[in-house]
């Protein structure tokens, strides 16, 4: 089993920044990939970003390419979400999820992944 704990949500203003943190643990290697995931109130959960464990290769949602930066720190087992430019739209809870299938096809859908946290909210207020 893996663990994902996110954390770094909160009440942000409009036009501020945010880091999103999500913390594996429970296995010695956390996956192949991680990804971030967020869900409006009444929408689906739409794919945000994904990263490799190896490579470091990152994977966005084309709307928002250019405010949104996945990375990660290997020694910690955790990945972040650097969200720039905040607007109501942002407004979300943002989920972590990890998948070992060994392949960035599909990176960028929820069926792809194994595990998932909780979530983190985030709130944008303008």
């Known amino acids: 089993q893996v663990q994902l704990v996110e954390s770094g949500g909160g009440l942000v203003q409009a036009g501020g920044s945010l880091r999103l943190s999500c913390a594996a643990s429970?296995?010695?290697?956390?996956?192949?990939?991680m990804g971030w995931f967020r869900q409006a109130p009444g929408k689906e959960r739409d794919f945000v970003a994904a990263?490799?464990?190896?490579?470091?290769?990152?994977y966005y949602a084309d709307s928002l390419k250019g405010r949104f930066t996945i990375s990660r720190d290997n020694a910690k087992n955790t990945v972040y979400l650097q969200i720039a430019s905040l607007n109501s739209e942002d407004t979300a809870d943002y989920y972590c999820?990890?998948?070992?299938?060994?392949?960035?096809?599909?990176?960028?859908?929820?069926?792809?992944?194994?595990?998932w946290g909780q979530g983190t909210q985030v709130t944008v207020s303008s």
């Open positions: 990263i490799t464990w190896r490579s470091g290769g990152q």
């Open positions: 429970g296995r010695t290697f956390s996956g192949f990939a």
């Open positions: 999820a990890a998948t070992f299938r060994s392949s960035v096809i599909g990176i960028m859908t929820s069926t792809a992944y194994d595990y």
